[in-house]
C-alpha cells in the first residue's frame, strides 16, 4: 500500500498530521489558506514541496467552496486580487522554503494572465487556478520518481568503495520521502530506487534533532516500505562511517534541501551542513536531492538565505505518547522536560551547506 500524506480531490483536502506520528495515523481536514497555513507552521505538513503543494490545493478548496456557495464573485479583478491576497498570506507561513515562493509566483502569474484575456469572469480565473493547482500535485511524483531514479543511478556509477557490482548503503537525514513530498520522495526516493532495483544493502538514518524527524518519519517509511534500515542518533554518524562505513559498504549521504542559492550552497534541516563535512572528510559522496523549484536563482549565495529560528520549548522538551510496560498507549500524550530550567536556547531550523561540499 502506497504510503498518502496528502489525500486530494476537487474540493477536499486532507493531510496526514506528521506529529502524530509514527503512533498515530489521523488526517486532517484543510477547507482554507488559514488552515494549511496553520498546518504548516505547526508542522503538521513539512517538507519543502509537500508545503508548496499543501498551499497551493488549500486555495483551491476554498476557492471550489466559495463558488460553491455562489459567493464567488463573477469579476475576474476582484476574484484575481482574492487569490493574490491568499497567496501572498500563505507565504509566511514557512519563509526559507523556496518550493512555496516558486510556487506562489507561477500561481500568481498565471490567474493575471487570465484574468486579462477578454471577457474572462471571476469563476473562470478561480478554475484556471485550480487545474494549475491539481497540476503541481500530479507533477511531484513524477519529478521524485525520476529524482530517485538518477539519484541511485549516479551514486551507483560515483561510488568511491566497494565492488563496482556489489550492493551499497546509504546515509541520509530528515525525511524526504512520501510524507515530505506528493510521493515517493526526493532523497528518500534516491534510497527507494536503490532498493527497488536489489542495489541497497542497508539504509540508515539520523534521529533528526530536534523534531526528530528522521525517527519519527524516515523510520517509518522505511518499515512501511520493508527497506533494510538501522535508526541513528545525529552525534553517532562520525562513529558510523568510520566503524562500519566499509564493512557496511556506505557509499553515500543523500539528503534533500529546502533552498538551493544560484551559486549551489544549499539550504536544509539543520546537521546537513555538519554530515557534508563528515562525508568529505570519510571519502564519501555527498548528494543533494530535490526539484527544480528548489533553486532559487534570485539567491546570490547561502550568505543570502534567511534561517528560521524555532522556539526554544522543541529542544527543552519532548512530546510522545506514554509507554506503559512494553505497550505504547497512544492514548495518552505527555510532555516532558529534558533541560535545566532558565537555559537558553538557540534553535535553528535549518543550516547552510556550501557547494564546494556537495558533489551532486
Not at 534510497?191 to 539504509?203: D, E, M, N, T, V
Not at 532559487?296 to 549565495?301: C, G, L
Amino acid at each position: 500500500m502506497v504510503l498518502e500524506a496528502i489525500r486530494y480531490q476537487r474540493g477536499s483536502l486532507k493531510i496526514l498530521d506528521q506529529l502524530r506520528l509514527p503512533h498515530v495515523e489521523v488526517y486532517d481536514n484543510v477547507e482554507s489558506c488559514k488552515d494549511a497555513w496553520h498546518a504548516i507552521k505547526e508542522m503538521r505538513v513539512r517538507g519543502a514541496p509537500a508545503i508548496a503543494i499543501v498551499a497551493a490545493l488549500a486555495l483551491a478548496v476554498e476557492l471550489h467552496l466559495i463558488h460553491a456557495d455562489g459567493k464567488l464573485s463573477d469579476s475576474a479583478e476582484e476574484v484575481l486580487v482574492f487569490i493574490i491576497e491568499k497567496l501572498k498570506y500563505l507565504v509566511t507561513s514557512r519563509p526559507t522554503a523556496v518550493n512555496l515562493a516558486d510556487a506562489v509566483r507561477k500561481l500568481g502569474r498565471l490567474v493575471e494572465t487570465k484574468s486579462k484575456a477578454r471577457n474572462t469572469t471571476g469563476p473562470q480565473v478561480a478554475e484556471a487556478y485550480i487545474i494549475a493547482a491539481e497540476k503541481m500535485l500530479v507533477d511531484d511524483v513524477q519529478d521524485n520518481q525520476n529524482i530517485g531514479k538518477h539519484g541511485a543511478e549516479w551514486i551507483l556509477k560515483n561510488k568511491e568503495r566497494g565492488n563496482p557490482g556489489g550492493k551499497v548503503s546509504v546515509l541520509t537525514h530528515c525525511n524526504t520521502g512520501s510524507l515530505a513530498t506528493a510521493g515517493y520522495g526526493t532523497a528518500l526516493g534516491v534510497i527507494r530506487s536503490l532498493h527497488s532495483c536489489s542495489a541497497l544493502h542497508h539504509a540508515y538514518c539520523t534521529e533528526t534533532r530536534p523534531y526528530n524527524q528522521g525517527s519519527r518519519l524516515t523510520a517509518y517509511e522505511l518499515v512501511h516500505d520493508n527497506i533494510p534500515a538501522t535508526l541513528i542518533t545525529d552525534s553517532m554518524a562520525a562513529a558510523l562511517l568510520r566503524v562500519r562505513g566499509s564493512s557496511e559498504n556506505i557509499a553515500a549521504i543523500v539528503v534533500g534541501a529546502d533552498r538551493v542559492a544560484a551559486n549551489g550552497d544549499t539550504a536544509n534541516k539543520i546537521g546537513t551542513y555538519a554530515l557534508a563535512i563528515l562525508a568529505k572528510s570519510h571519502g564519501l559522496k555527498f548528494l543533494v536531492a530535490a526539484p527544480r523549484t528548489t533553486i532559487d536563482r534570485s539567491t546570490r549565495s547561502g550568505e543570502d538565505i534567511v534561517i528560521e529560528e524555532r522556539p526554544g520549548k522543541e529542544v527543552t522538551t519532548i512530546k510522545g505518547p506514554r509507554i506503559d510496560g512494553v505497550d505504547v498507549d497512544v492514548d495518552h500524550t505527555e510532555i516532558i522536560s529534558t533541560a535545566a530550567s532558565g537555559i537558553d536556547v538557540w534553535n535553528p531550523a535549518f543550516d547552510v551547506t556550501p557547494a564546494e561540499l556537495i558533489d551532486g
